[in-house]
């Protein structure tokens, strides 16, 4: 491993005799492999307080007098730092993750292929892992390409786009609807589209179907809207030619 525990025995009681036994011993090792010593330990203070330190040592022989340096640096709180940005790293990873909103950064300089996706753009674009996806140009999933070179001139343009509506195709060849947003970014002097993919392939159905089904009730009510209104000059006429 990485991290070897140094005995607690030897540290932990701060007296002369132990340092020396410690130095002794690694000394030992230090003949044995001379990148023994130039790694992270974990010790235990006199306090018994746990700590890491990076251990560095070289070797001097001068006319036959032969001395080992140690050099000790504790890095605890970089450790410790280094070990909390891995947590919240992977905690947002997961998050980014488990969202059903594709997230996905493409090329602008060049080909606009995909450099890095979350998990929800496979389930989107129906591909079997995200090698599938990754390396590919955007373009080879939008059932219109004039579609996907509106869609880059206006993040060139606007710098930030907000749901604009397009029909993409799947790698099974379904077409769907999707709604993207995002903004240019710059990184390491590359232009870059950051981006987010939401499937609303259902509520655009859903939509559609309430859209075309309020139009016929509007005709329906037009209609009789009209017969009513009909019926009613009608009426007026009948009681004209009555009246004597």
Same mark, same amino acid.
């Given at each position: 491993?990485?991290?070897?525990?140094?005995?607690?025995?030897?540290?932990?009681?701060?007296?002369?005799?132990?340092?020396?036994?410690?130095?002794?011993?690694?000394?030992?090792?230090?003949?044995?492999?001379?990148?023994?010593?130039?790694?992270?330990?974990?010790?235990?203070?006199?306090?018994?307080?746990?700590?890491?330190?990076?251990?560095?040592?070289?070797?001097?022989?001068?006319?036959?007098?032969?001395?080992?340096?140690?050099?000790?640096?504790?890095?605890?709180?970089?450790?410790?730092?280094?070990?909390?940005?891995?947590?919240?790293?992977?905690?947002?990873?997961?998050?980014?993750?488990?969202?059903?909103?594709?997230?996905?950064?493409?090329?602008?300089?060049?080909?606009?292929?995909?450099?890095?996706?979350?998990?929800?753009?496979?389930?989107?674009?129906?591909?079997?892992?995200?090698?599938?996806?990754?390396?590919?140009?955007?373009?080879? +999933? $939008?059932?219109?390409?004039? *579609?996907?070179?509106?869609?880059? /001139?206006? !993040?060139?343009?606007?710098?930030? @786009?907000?749901? #604009?509506?397009?029909?993409?195709?799947?790698?099974?060849?379904?077409?769907?609807?999707?709604?993207?947003?995002?903004?240019?970014?710059?990184?390491?002097?590359?232009? +870059? $589209?950051?981006?987010?993919? *939401?499937?609303?392939?259902?509520? /655009?159905? !859903?939509?559609?179907?309430?859209? @075309?089904?309020? #139009?016929?009730?509007?005709?329906?009510?037009?209609?009789?809207?009209?017969?009513?209104?009909?019926?009613?000059?009608?009426?007026?006429?009948?009681?004209?030619?009555?009246?004597?």
């Amino acid at each position: 491993n990485e991290e070897d525990l140094i005995d607690k025995d030897l540290l932990s009681t701060g007296n002369e005799q132990n340092l020396i036994d410690f130095l002794n011993i690694y000394y030992q090792k230090f003949l044995k492999n001379s990148s023994e010593l130039n790694n992270t330990k974990i010790i235990y203070t006199k306090s018994g307080k746990l700590k890491y330190v990076f251990i560095h040592s070289f070797y001097y022989d001068w006319e036959g007098r032969e001395a080992l340096y140690i050099l000790m640096n504790d890095i605890t709180e970089l450790k410790e730092a280094k070990n909390e940005l891995t947590e919240t790293e992977a905690y947002y990873q997961n998050l980014v993750n488990n969202i059903s909103l594709g997230i996905f950064r493409i090329t602008l300089a060049d080909k606009n292929i995909f450099l890095n996706i979350n998990h929800a753009m496979i389930n989107i674009l129906e591909a079997s892992a995200i090698e599938n996806l990754l390396g590919h140009n955007m373009k080879d +999933f $939008f059932l219109n390409e004039k *579609d996907c070179d509106d869609l880059l /001139k206006s !993040i060139k343009t606007q710098k930030k @786009i907000l749901n #604009k509506v397009y029909q993409m195709v799947t790698i099974e060849h379904r077409i769907i609807w999707c709604s993207i947003s995002g903004e240019l970014t710059y990184d390491d002097n590359q232009i +870059f $589209f950051d981006g987010i993919i *939401d499937d609303i392939t259902f509520d /655009k159905e !859903i939509h559609d179907k309430v859209s @075309i089904y309020t #139009k016929k009730l509007e005709k329906e009510l037009d209609l009789r809207k009209y017969n009513i209104k009909k019926a009613q000059i009608l009426q007026q006429n009948l009681n004209a030619n009555i009246l004597p």
